[in-house]
């Protein structure tokens, strides 16, 4: 597991390359070394027998020159021990601290795996929902580290270990907080690490959590694209690169990659410290639903290559981004076109199987409702819809919206997963729009939700207003079950109607969110 970007800012002397000796020999009397298993700027690792306990573990012993100089022996001992204090499943263990001689060293959890860095090496671009799976576990671990006020610093894909049974762990908490991770001009810290460095850190502004935000951000990066965003002829040159410019977006570079991944990454990679996520456990959330579906012990223990997106999944070229996105649209243009036709057999909305030209499951309007009954209110096939999130973070798994209108009952559109019914306390709601492509006098909008318990608005407006409060409230449900049906007895007239979805999310998964599967809507042109 050696990092070769640690290696290269300055040649290491015989004593840092080989660590204590070739041969075996036991640290204090207890921890038997018996292979050189990784080596980097700071300190070589060994695979260790501790004959105590009679376990493997992962001894790290300090280069001489750090282990000689008696201010950083105890700058590391203080944040050893609060390294030690980070019980998390995502976290290397750390067991020991202590000296033999001159000697300085670490006893950690050994992990049976990979470092990132390998994985990616060897395999190229992970797919989406691996690398999302790793980048939320990381994510939590970091973000358990800073709510015990310790800052990770060096988060790079050298320091991300996946074992062979598929579990993601952090290395060196504090080690590199130990070294003064904030000062760039210390030898050794530039080159090792000026790949994944924080513009604050760059200049020597406070660092707090989001330096770790912004680092494991690269990382996820290079795992979906197999290049790091910033790179330059020096690695001073390539640090000082983000505080002059923001990266390419990452479907610049992978155009399978969802818009919605894309904006987690270009908000956690944000300049200004203050406009990424507020925590390492948002941008988990965020990345949360794109991990549901990952088996990341493939990662390491698929024999039989490497994973990447099947060829008739991916285009292997290398089209432009204009070109990618037009990739994107020719499917939903075809979508809505489908969906034109469908409406002229009187079959449109696969989920709300239509008879006598209205939803089945969905009760019919009062013979009385002449409005809502009236004939001429026809099934209307929306020209346009779109995510509605203007108080959050643009990332609600758009790609995900045309399950609505698609026919398909199985297919949904949902929320994110919010750690609290009211949306994590991060906003009053979020919804979509549909453009019905002229103004129509409504009479039905009917909508299937697999979260009862949801509280939903609809909303119109002759223009998409960049506000809630914009949008005019017609119809309102709380508590609704699977169908909702809104009838407009008195005139509404709109070319635009938003479905807000607001109050408290219903549970989902062991968090909150809320989940739709079709939508009808019924009027006549104006």
Request: proline residues 7%; negative net charge; aromatic residues 6%.
């Given at each position: 597991?050696?990092?070769p970007?640690?290696?290269?800012w300055?040649?290491p002397t015989?004593?840092?390359a ?10 204090t009397g207890?921890y038997l ?7 980097g700027?700071?300190?070589?690792v060994?695979?260790?027998h501790?004959e105590v306990?009679?376990r ?48 300085v ?13 390998e ?11 691996e ?13 358990f580290a800073?709510?015990r006020?310790?800052v990770?610093r ?31 001009t210390?030898?050794g ?24 935000q912004y ?19 020096t690695?001073?040159a ?6 002059e ?8 570079l ?6 919605a991944?894309?904006?987690?990454l ?9 406009e990424?996520?507020?925590s390492?456990?948002e ?5 949360a639903?794109?991990?549901?579906e990952?088996?990341?012990?493939a ?22 981004f ?9 499917p ?11 409406v ?7 989920v ?8 089945v ?7 009385a ?25 643009g ?7 045309p ?14 997963l919010?750690n ?5 306390g ?11 492509g002229?103004?129509?006098?409504l ?32 119809g309102?449900v709380?508590d609704a079950s ?17 479905v ?5 999310l ?9 989940e ?9 042109p104006?």
């Amino acid at each position: 597991m050696t990092d070769p970007v640690d290696q290269t800012w300055r040649p290491p002397t015989t004593d840092e390359a080989e660590g204590p000796s070739t041969a075996p020999r036991v640290l204090t009397g207890r921890y038997l070394l018996e292979e050189r298993i990784a080596s980097g700027g700071m300190a070589s690792v060994w695979r260790a027998h501790d004959e105590v306990l009679a376990r493997t573990v992962a001894v790290k012993i300090l280069h001489d020159h750090l282990a000689a100089d008696e201010g950083f022996r105890e700058r590391f001992r203080r944040e050893a021990v609060a390294a030690a204090k980070l019980a998390h499943p995502n976290v290397v263990g750390l067991y020991d601290t202590g000296t033999d001689g001159e000697r300085v060293y670490l006893v950690m959890e050994f992990i049976d795996g990979k470092t990132l860095k390998e994985v990616v090496t060897e395999q190229g671009p992970l797919p989406v929902a691996e690398a999302a799976a790793i980048g939320e576990q990381v994510a939590r671990a970091l973000d358990f580290a800073h709510s015990r006020g310790l800052v990770h610093r060096d988060v790079k894909p050298a320091n991300i270990l996946i074992s062979n049974d598929g579990m993601v762990k952090v290395t060196d908490f504090g080690i590199a907080k130990a070294d003064r991770a904030d000062d760039l001009t210390k030898t050794g810290m530039v080159l090792g690490t000026a790949a994944y460095v924080a513009p604050e850190q760059i200049k020597g502004d406070p660092v707090d959590g989001k330096a770790d935000q912004y680092a494991l951000a690269i990382v996820l990066y290079e795992a979906l694209t197999g290049q790091q965003p910033f790179k330059a002829d020096t690695p001073v040159a390539t640090a000082a690169q983000r505080l002059e410019r923001d990266p390419l977006p990452v479907r610049s570079l992978r155009a399978d990659v969802p818009r919605a991944v894309d904006g987690v990454l270009q908000r956690a990679l944000e300049r200004e410290p203050a406009e990424r996520y507020a925590s390492c456990a948002e941008l988990a959330d965020a990345l949360a639903d794109y991990a549901e579906e990952a088996a990341t012990t493939a990662l390491v223990a698929d024999e039989a290559g490497p994973l990447a997106p099947d060829d008739d999944e991916v285009e292997a070229d290398d089209a432009s981004f204009l070109r990618s996105e037009g990739r994107f649209l020719v499917p939903v243009l075809v979508l809505l076109l489908l969906a034109g036709a469908l409406v002229g057999v009187g079959l449109w909305t696969g989920v709300l199987e239509t008879r006598d030209g209205f939803p089945v499951g969905i009760a019919r309007p009062d013979a009385a409702d002449q409005r809502a009954d009236d004939p001429t209110m026809e099934l209307i096939a929306p020209a346009g819809y779109q995510v509605y999130d203007p108080l959050g973070t643009g990332d609600e798994r758009d790609q995900d919206l045309p399950n609505v209108f698609d026919g398909d009952a199985s297919t949904t559109w949902r929320t994110q997963l919010y750690n609290s019914p009211p949306f994590g306390g991060l906003k009053p709601g979020v919804g979509f729009y549909v453009d019905l492509g002229a103004p129509h006098e409504l009479g039905i909008v009917a909508l299937r939700t697999t979260t009862p318990g949801v509280d939903v608005e609809i909303r119109v407006a002759e223009e998409p207003a960049p506000s809630p409060d914009g949008w005019e409230v017609v119809g309102r449900v709380d508590d609704a079950s699977d169908l909702l049906e809104f009838r407009f007895e008195d005139e509404v007239v709109t070319r635009y109607v938003l479905v807000w979805v607001t109050g408290e999310l219903p549970q989902y998964r062991g968090r909150h969110a809320a989940e739709f599967s079709q939508i009808a809507i019924r009027g006549a042109p104006v």
